[in-house]
């Protein structure tokens, strides 16, 4: 189990790499607002913590869509190939469990714009 | 459209026209759809009457702005509520504490103004982050390190106005007792700047904290007395090296000398945070069977607890201390920290933790435990929310934090988690404390007995913690404990636990509001403090 994560996550560091060059202006703005508010959650870390007396885990909305999708989906948002502009809209204007809503003081709508280009990019 | 109270459609329709001239058109948010963006992700309330909801929203970008906002809104009479990043998740987020009130969000005023690392401190505007503030200091490899809370996209500013916390050494983890200096924006719209900030020219804004006369910086804390619009903080010297040890004591009734014996290092300035815990006793809020059989039949006694201690093999008490400093002076104090717990407490044993030099190279950061730490922001605390395999049936939606304040004092730590067991029991809801239950050390001069309850986007479930987090107030209130943080839900009923002399804190705090804010109109409500004209507001 721990082998295939750490695999995964290795081509998953991979093909980032590779695709950042390919990224359009909006799409690599995209990637730079989806790092600073996303990748915090949904980013491809593994880290244990002892104040919460947990072993490796990946990060919290990683974590929240491997143990929701079960293997039927990346847990990794950047690897997701399915995801939809209004339910990226929706989840980062509406919160989703306990991921809260973001303001557009925060993430103003032409930056959600510049995620939704990133994550729904061509591939 | 929500209206503020007392205030007419055309009014308020006026007053959003000047608050357009004021910032522009761009950040003045009126439409249900972005009047949204400003409820409480957690609020307790999600969805029912009571939930806290703005009337509109205005983003300020500098406090020339902040001053024509308030003034508009002070002709108006219309209440404000100034939030900094609007992240204080489980305390409220972006939501007034009065319903129709217009959200100042001063998310654009996020510049870090200064950083010494020769003098340590910082000065920086509301809507700087934690991240923020670590990548400034980083990118220009200044050598000082931060305290910070759990998520790293809160404010410094607004956490320590909240009487925030974090996780290094003792002085720099009382987020408020580490400020030093204040510029705020009255009521009325004029600038003050606190201690050597109100001497024209000073260079010494962020060095002396008291300048001259009666300090004033403690009624901008968990309040509603001005607009607070620039902050320094304290920093740490960025330490060379980290090392932390365990300490284990061998029976239950040994918690006292432990808490003792800790309580000398960290008030001696020796330790960084310490952080207790109990090998016999399983994970907080997740204790095994065994432990939990013991309560089967009411509270165990004292010598059930130490029988069931030794019948385990286990200690009974942990604590892992952290040490800050050159490398000779944290070795050499968890060598007299081993030699001062050997002595007063027969049978301690320990065990060497981790030893590091700092700062941490970045490519450690990533995969690093426990950042906070070292002062390195990050978001790993939403563990505690996110989907898991325990709750992947029903996964919250947030949770109300409730932090008890007790004595260092075993005693204390025993009583405290049998109230909540009780609490809990009363309403019959399963416990998730034990005797064993360990408290937490934000403060380095209180111990903490914590709680965490869901809350979901569900009238009928958030009713079922609102219920339980406000009879723990009643049950704490009970033994002279209180928490020292809450949510708009729950400050009037948390605050009216502090009634010593029929409330006189209280109605001192209210003549002061009166006197500084007489139209009542910043955060009416915010911590209990109602303004004259709206005193039978309170729940």
Redesign the interface.
């Known amino acids: 189990m721990k082998t295939s994560i750490c695999l995964s996550l290795v081509l998953a560091g991979l093909s980032s790499l590779a695709l950042a060059q390919d990224l359009n202006p909006e799409q690599q703005h995209g990637k730079q607002v989806f790092d ?1 508010w996303c990748a ?2 949904h980013g491809t ?10 072993g490796a ?1 990946p ?3 990683t ?3 491997g ?2 999708y079960k293997g039927d989906l990346p847990a990794v948002l950047e690897e997701r190939t399915d995801l939809q502009a209004i339910y990226i809209r929706t989840v980062v ?3 989703l ?10 993430v103003s709508d032409s930056d959600l714009d510049a995620i939704i280009a990133y994550l729904t990019r061509p591939r | 459209m929500a209206l503020p109270p007392n205030v007419s459609e055309a009014e308020f329709a006026n007053a959003l026209s000047e608050f357009t001239s004021a910032v522009g058109s761009d950040w003045v948010f009126s439409s249900d759809e972005d009047i949204a963006l400003y409820r409480d992700s957690y609020s307790v309330y999600w969805g029912e009457e009571e939930e806290r909801i703005a009337s509109a929203a205005v983003a300020p970008a500098n406090v020339e702005q902040v001053q024509q906002v308030v003034r508009i809104a002070n002709r108006y009479r219309i209440p404000v509520y100034p939030i900094s990043t609007g992240r204080n998740l489980t305390y409220g987020g972006a939501a007034p504490t009065l319903s129709g009130s217009v959200v100042i969000d001063l998310k654009r005023m996020n510049r870090v103004l200064e950083v010494d690392d020769k003098r340590h401190f910082a000065l920086v505007e509301p809507g700087v982050s934690y991240f923020d503030l670590y990548d400034y200091i980083h990118e220009r490899g200044l050598k000082v390190m931060l305290d910070i809370p759990d998520p790293g996209w809160g404010s410094p500013m607004g956490n320590s106005l909240d009487h925030g916390v974090g996780y290094t050494f003792g002085p720099y983890r009382d987020h408020f007792g580490s400020h030093i200096g204040l510029e705020i924006v009255t009521a009325e719209g004029e600038i003050i700047r606190t201690g050597m900030g109100a001497v024209p020219g000073s260079d010494s804004w962020q060095d002396y904290h008291y300048g001259a006369g009666p300090s004033i910086e403690g009624l901008f804390a968990q309040s509603n007395f001005g607009i607070v619009t620039k902050m320094g903080v304290k920093l740490m010297p960025m330490p060379e090296a980290y090392l932390s040890g365990y300490v284990f004591v061998p029976r239950y009734q040994d918690l006292q000398g432990l808490i003792e014996e800790v309580s000398y290092l960290e008030d001696s300035y020796l330790v960084g945070m310490p952080m207790y815990g109990s090998p016999v006793g399983g994970p907080f809020m997740n204790a095994p069977a065994n432990v939990r059989a013991l309560m089967e039949n009411g509270w165990p006694s004292m010598s059930q607890l130490e029988s069931f201690v030794s019948s385990q093999g286990l200690p009974a008490w942990s604590v892992k201390l952290q040490f800050y400093g050159p490398e000779e002076t944290v070795r050499a104090n968890w060598t007299a920290a081993q030699r001062r717990f050997a002595a007063a407490i027969p049978g301690a044993t320990f065990e060497a933790g981790e030893f590091l030099t700092l700062p941490i190279p970045d490519e450690a950061i990533p995969s690093l435990p426990d950042k906070v730490r070292f002062g390195i922001p990050n978001l790993e605390i939403f563990h505690l929310v996110a989907r898991n395999p325990m709750t992947d049936a029903d996964p919250p939606d947030g949770h109300a934090d409730l932090f008890t304040m007790i004595p260092r004092k075993a005693e204390a730590v025993w009583d405290s988690a049998r109230m909540m067991v009780e609490a809990y029991r009363d309403l019959g809801v399963p416990p998730v404390h034990s005797p064993f239950a360990t408290p937490l050390t934000y403060y380095s001069r209180a111990l903490v007995m914590p709680t965490l309850l869901p809350s979901w986007r569900n009238a009928a479930k958030n009713e079922r913690s609102r219920n339980l987090y406000m009879h723990i107030l009643d049950k704490a209130a009970e033994n002279g404990w209180a928490t020292y943080r809450t949510a708009p839900a729950f400050q009037d009923h948390a605050i009216s636990k502090y009634s010593f002399n029929d409330s006189a804190l209280l109605r001192f705090q209210e003549k002061l509001k009166d006197s500084i804010d007489p139209n009542g109109i910043i955060s009416p409500g915010r911590y209990g403090i109602w303004p004259a004209n709206m005193r039978n507001n309170r729940g």
């Open positions: 600073k915090p959650c870390e593994v880290v244990a913590s002892e104040l919460l007396g947990m885990l990060l919290p909305g974590a929240a869509l143990v929701k204007r509406n919160g469990f306990g991921m809260p809503i973001s303001r557009k003081t925060e």
